[in-house]
């Protein structure tokens, strides 16, 4: 574990007291401790590091993390459709499994779906980041208690400076954005026998339906190693994580297999949008620090999915021209109020999943979804859909009594609901 005293001490950057140093989009007083200061060691400003040091490896970054490790404990899928060639190859050294295909299983459908799906760990995150930057500009293990453009105060009373800070620090509380929950608890086990999975099961609906949309999640790592992860949309975010050991032991047993060994376990509560005022959520924060991640909303709405988000937002903040906190706030707001509202028809597919469904009947929403051709799927779930597309996703046999489903909606805009 890196400390505070460390970092400001053995800065690899300094060596310019005083006075104004000039380089490619820089213009700061050298008397700050770094140019940009990420706050919280997550998905999000672990990308923008590992970006920033391979584009842009004059400005100097340091990233401070609350926990005792960057990225923490999570396993981040994506599909392959998700990324640019580009982003796919910078991205690489974080996957730790790929997979040409995957597979959906509902009551009254089971499906494969050929299209590549990959998944990256947070140890290969950390791993990254710590080959990226000077040890000295990684600090863990330490929180952030107060947060300003410039500048960030830690538990211990200490201040770092920067051009920019920006914050990275997940989902905070607010009132502008109407939300809902998408919460799992992963198992990462090893079984007695060869489980046969040739790739993912990113839903198996065919499960009891509880607490809203139940499914659980399967990812293949190896002949007897595998992630299973139960899975619910649901209005509360409760978790109660001894009862979900229990189902996924239940479904272990169900599927003929034998756990022998338990290697990690992983849980999450990620926000799924239904409504809000993104702007009104913006100036709810600390005014002027830029936001990344969760933190600036920036999850897939229906499958609470960050990864491609958090590879944009990566991209945007190392192409800007300038890097202080004004210029910062500015691209990553606009970018997270744009595409709030370019998804808007996700958020209202979400609120006939919440609010007109019953609970045990959410399931169908998906159900039908997935009746859909490849293409749309992957264009869905790459958040660039096309207006032919929510024309063949609303149309047809609907998934719910369309009188209920219509009241539902309309109460919703009216303030009702």
Same mark, same amino acid.
């Given at each position: 574990m890196t400390g505070f005293c460390d970092a400001v001490a053995i800065n690899p950057w300094r060596g310019d007291a005083g006075g104004l140093s000039q380089r490619r989009g820089l213009a700061y007083d050298s008397g700050v401790d770094f140019d940009i200061i990420l706050a919280g060691g997550g998905l999000a400003n672990g990308l923008i590091a590992l970006r920033l040091?391979?584009?842009?490896?004059?400005?100097?970054?340091?990233?401070?993390?609350?926990?005792?490790?960057?990225?923490?404990?999570?396993?981040?899928?994506?599909?392959?459709?998700?990324?640019?060639?580009?982003?796919?190859?910078? &991205?690489?050294?974080?996957?730790?499994?790929? *997979?040409?295909?995957?597979?959906?299983?509902?009551?009254?459908?089971?499906?494969?779906?050929n299209a590549g799906y990959g998944s990256a760990t947070s140890e290969r995150l950390a791993a990254e980041v710590a080959a990226a930057l000077p040890p000295s500009a990684i600090i863990t293990g330490v929180p952030v208690v107060a947060i300003s453009p410039t500048s960030v105060t830690l538990a211990d009373q200490r201040v770092l400076t920067a051009a920019a800070v920006i914050d990275g620090r997940g989902q905070?509380?607010?009132?502008?954005?109407?939300?809902? *929950?998408?919460?799992?608890?992963?198992?990462?086990?090893?079984?007695?026998?060869?489980?046969?999975?040739?790739?993912?099961?990113?839903?198996?609906?065919?499960?009891?339906?509880?607490?809203?949309?139940?499914?659980?999640? &399967?990812?293949?790592?190896?002949?007897?190693?595998?992630?299973?992860?139960?899975?619910?949309?649901?209005?509360?975010?409760?978790?109660?994580?001894?009862?979900?050991?229990q189902h996924l032991s239940d479904y272990a047993a169900s599927q003929g297999w034998t756990i022998t060994a338990t290697h990690r376990e992983e849980f999450g509560i990620l926000p799924l949008g239904i409504g809000g005022n993104i702007d009104a959520f913006w100036d709810e924060g600390e005014a002027g620090v830029p936001r990344v991640g969760?933190?600036?909303?920036?999850?897939?709405?229906v499958t609470g999915y960050s990864f491609p988000?958090?590879?944009?937002?990566?991209?945007?903040?190392?192409?800007?021209?300038?890097?202080?906190a004004p210029s910062i706030y500015?691209?990553?707001?606009?970018?997270?109020?744009?595409?709030?509202?370019?998804?808007g028809m996700y958020r209202l597919l979400n609120r006939m999943l919440f609010l007109a469904a019953l609970p045990d009947e959410r399931y169908r929403v998906l159900e039908r979804f997935y009746e859909h051709d490849e293409a749309l799927v992957g264009r869905f779930y790459a958040a660039r859909p096309e207006l032919r597309d929510w024309r063949t996703i609303l149309s047809g046999k609907p998934p719910l009594p369309v009188l209920r489903a219509m009241t539902t909606l309309i109460k919703y805009e009216l303030g009702m609901a």
């Open positions: 040091a391979a584009v842009r490896p004059d400005v100097r970054v340091a990233i401070v993390e609350s926990g005792p490790v960057l990225g923490g404990n999570h396993t981040w899928s994506s599909f392959t459709g998700d990324l640019s060639a580009e982003q796919q190859q910078w &991205t690489a050294p974080l996957f730790e499994h790929r *997979w040409s295909h995957y597979e959906v299983r509902f009551p009254h459908l089971q499906r494969r779906l905070g509380p607010t009132k502008a954005l109407d939300l809902r *929950w998408q919460k799992f608890l992963g198992l990462e086990v090893e079984l007695a026998e060869p489980h046969g999975l040739t790739g993912p099961i990113i839903m198996d609906a065919t499960v009891p339906q509880r607490d809203g949309y139940r499914f659980v999640y &399967t990812l293949p790592f190896g002949p007897t190693r595998v992630l299973i992860e139960d899975t619910y949309f649901s209005d509360g975010a409760d978790l109660s994580l001894e009862l979900l050991r969760l933190r600036s909303g920036m999850f897939h709405p988000d958090a590879v944009q937002i990566a991209d945007l903040v190392a192409s800007l021209p300038v890097l202080d500015a691209a990553v707001r606009r970018h997270s109020v744009d595409a709030w509202k370019s998804r």
